[in-house]
Every structure is written in C-alpha cells, then in structure tokens.
C-alpha cells in the first residue's frame, strides 16, 4: 500500500460520451482509504462507465481520474498497481488451470513464492475452490470462474479493490465469506468500490452508497444519512427505487 493520505480513488467533474450519447456527466465523488463503497444504480445508469474509467480501461472526455494519487490517464502504471479490478464477467485463460492463473497474476505482481502458496492457501480455504483449482477453467461454471477471479483480484492485498456485480453466480456461504473478505479488506487499510444491484448487500456493508441514474450522481452517504434525505426509515430498496423512479418518463 501506499503511505500518502491521498483518496484511495478521486473523479473530479468526469464526463464521458459515447458520440452523442452522455453516460456519466459531471460526476466527482472520492473514496477514502478503509472504505467500503457501494455504487447503485439502474442498467445504463453508467456505473460500468464509470468502474472503466477507474481502472483505465477507458479515459473520460472531460475531468480527471486518480487513484492513491495517481492520475490513471497519465501516472497509469502508478496507479494500476495499486488496483485490482473483477469485472461483470468473469475472464481466466481457458488453458490454464485455476492454479495456474493464480501463479500467472502473483507472477504479474512480483509476489514471493512464499507469499504466492500461503495466499493462495488461504483464499483456496475461505473460498472453497480447492476441488477444482486443478482443473482446466474452460470446464468451469460461472460461479466457480467467479471465486477464482475474486481470489487473483485480492492475490497481492491491492489497496484499491474495484469490482463490478461480485455475488453473481455465487451461493450463499461464498456470499457471506466474500463479504467477509471485502470488510476484511478495509480494516487493513484497503477500499472497496463495489457496483452492484444487490440491495441488500449494499445496505448489510457499506460504509456509503452512491447511487446514479442517468449518467448523475443523485444520492451519496452512509444509509442513515440517505433515510434522512427520504425523510423516512425506508429500506435501501425503497431509497433507490424512489430515486431512480423519479424522471423515468425524461
């Protein structure tokens, strides 16, 4: 990790476009180190967008992105090294087994071999995929990709985890466990910034929500503060469906 008391990601007044399309406009927000980040919003809001620009895998037409610091357009190296990214889809090299890809991304990450086995022990054992580590990943299911990915993003302890939908095709006792290891995360000094349309997830682990709709940040604080803002003891459910409800008909 880093030992700068920079944000652990900052936009400032990001827009981007897709000709003449707006995805995201005039977004800032800032997620600070220790923080657990749950970022709603409807299909098409533009949270995809937005986790791209992140990561660096697209830069914005309009404002800046950093993360620990680093501006991601161009200190890109800095900043990725601080990150781990799991996208909507989960991708593995279908040749490689799952141990493979495991010592393909430590490799990546100049991680020890001792550092490597013991890591890969213990996410092996919280996430219970050691039936099929051996396994080719061409031949695994969704949920099964899905641990193995989760277990490379936190291989080298990142500061900054970005992840996008992390409970598809999960079962129950991975949810849980996977929750543990993202407040786990945070209370080692790491972030989160988590997209999802599980609700109650959201509402059981984040420290604050942000929610867009249409490419705007409408809603951003801990669940009391937006309870505040409804004027009523809503369920997060009813917070973003209220919001996100609103201008449908625009």
């Avoid at 476009?17 to 299909?43: H, I, M, W």
């Avoid at 929610?211 to 973003?240: C, N, P, W, Y």
Wanted: glycine share 8%.
């Amino acid at each position: 990790m880093t030992t700068d008391d920079s944000p652990a990601v900052s936009l400032q007044g990001v827009r981007k476009c897709y000709g003449s399309k707006v995805a995201v406009d005039n977004l800032t927000l800032t997620l600070q180190r220790g923080e657990l980040f749950a970022f709603l919003g409807p299909n098409g809001a533009g949270k995809t967008t937005t986790i791209k620009m992140i990561v660096g895998l697209l830069q914005p037409n309009i404002g800046e992105v950093r993360v620990c610091g680093h501006h991601i357009g161009t200190n890109g190296l800095a900043a990725k090294a601080q990150l781990a990214y799991v996208p909507d889809q989960p991708f593995l090299y279908e040749k490689l087994t799952g141990r493979e890809f495991l010592y393909f991304v430590a490799e990546m990450y100049n991680l020890t071999i001792a550092q490597r086995d013991e890591r890969i022990a213990n996410l092996m054992a919280r996430l219970d995929f050691s039936e099929y580590i051996d396994h080719l990943t061409e031949n695994y299911s969704h949920g099964m990709k899905q641990k193995v990915v989760l277990a490379a993003a936190l291989l080298h302890e990142p500061t900054v985890l970005v992840i996008d939908e992390p409970m598809v095709g999960l079962d129950p006792r991975s949810i849980r466990t996977v929750k543990e290891l993202f407040v786990e995360r945070t209370r080692a000094g790491g972030s989160v910034f988590m997209s999802t349309h599980t609700l109650d997830i959201a509402e059981a682990v984040a420290d604050r929500i942000g929610i867009i709709h249409h490419g705007k940040l409408v809603a951003m604080g801990t669940l009391d503060e937006l309870k505040a803002r409804a004027r009523q003891e809503h369920s997060l459910e009813e917070i973003f469906l209220g919001m996100t409800e609103a201008d449908d008909g625009c």
